[in-house]
């Protein structure tokens, strides 16, 4: 009897700790989102109220207009800038909002159409985005000269190497067949500027982590 009674509040000592361990679990899981919310917050404040004002290049402010946008959105106003600028960007805003015309004006004033080499990289999570950000670029990018290729699944590989070899200033595409070109050699990167990841969050989630690492490897370091 006195053994059993000299056990029990051990076991109330093992269900405190559990507890307590319980706890302290909660505050690190708390304290982690409040380090990411602290992350995330915008630190950036320069805007442009119109596409005049964000210094581009005179054909790319054309295919500006000649596409149809008169004014940026929040997300253009804000969004363009520090890339241009050289700065790691998170942009977040809802669809529909002008992303797409912000990293496709951003890329374009980034590269120099004087040099058949491969400056900017998109991906993004499915065949159909690629290929309408591909669009977009093409379009905006008309009196630029720019030249783009659409790198997807579902399409020829040989049509791939050949637009790759013949030289491209652009490359949109999906993860897997990117990183199948630049692991047989195709994608050369090493005169790479700007390196974009539309739907980022969509995109881990769908498991393509691995492959955006394995990307990266082939990143030169001041992308």
């Given at each position: 009897?006195?053994?059993?009674?000299?056990?029990?509040?051990?076991?109330a000592?093992?269900?405190e700790?559990?507890?307590?361990?319980?706890?302290?679990?909660e505050?690190?899981r708390l304290?982690?989102?409040?380090?990411n919310?602290?992350?995330l917050k915008?630190?950036w404040t320069?805007?442009?109220e119109?596409?005049d004002?964000l210094?581009l290049?005179?054909?790319?402010?054309r295919?500006?207009?000649?596409?149809?946008?008169?004014k940026p959105?929040?997300?253009?106003?804000?969004?363009?800038?520090?890339?241009i600028?050289?700065?790691d960007?998170?942009?977040?805003?809802q669809?529909?909002?002008?992303k797409?015309?912000?990293?496709t004006?951003a890329?374009?004033?980034?590269?120099?159409?004087?040099?058949?080499?491969?400056q900017?990289?998109?991906?993004?999570?499915?065949r159909?985005?690629?290929?309408?950000s591909?669009?977009?670029?093409k379009?905006?990018?008309?009196?630029q000269?720019?030249?783009i290729?659409?790198c997807?699944?579902?399409?020829?590989v040989r049509?791939?190497?050949?637009?790759l070899k013949?030289?491209?200033?652009?490359?949109?595409g999906?993860?897997?067949?990117i990183?199948d070109?630049?692991?047989k050699?195709?994608?050369?990167?090493?005169y790479?500027?700007?390196?974009?990841?539309?739907e980022?969050?969509?995109?881990?989630?769908k498991?393509f982590k691995?492959?955006?690492?394995?990307?990266f490897?082939?990143l030169?370091?001041?992308?």
């Open positions: 009897m006195e053994n059993k009674q000299e056990d029990q509040p051990k076991i000592d093992a269900g700790e559990i507890e307590e361990k319980k706890e302290q679990t505050e690190e304290a982690e989102e409040e380090a919310a602290e992350y915008p630190n320069e805007s442009a119109k596409f004002d210094g290049k005179e054909e790319i402010l295919g500006i207009y000649g596409y149809g946008f008169n959105s929040p997300i253009q106003q804000k969004g363009i800038l520090p890339i600028q050289g700065h960007t998170i942009a977040q805003a669809s529909g909002t002008g797409t015309g912000a990293f004006i890329t374009l004033q980034t590269i120099d159409t004087a040099s058949s080499h491969i900017g990289l998109i991906i993004a999570p499915t159909e985005l690629s290929l309408q591909a669009f977009v670029i379009s905006i990018g008309e009196y000269g720019v030249k290729h659409a997807v699944g579902g399409t020829s049509e791939d190497i050949k637009a013949s030289g491209t200033h652009v490359v949109v999906t993860p897997g067949r990183h070109m630049m692991k050699g195709f994608f050369k990167t090493d790479l500027r700007l390196f974009v990841m539309d980022a969050d969509e995109m881990l989630d498991g691995t492959q955006i690492q394995d990307i490897k082939f030169p370091g001041d992308v």
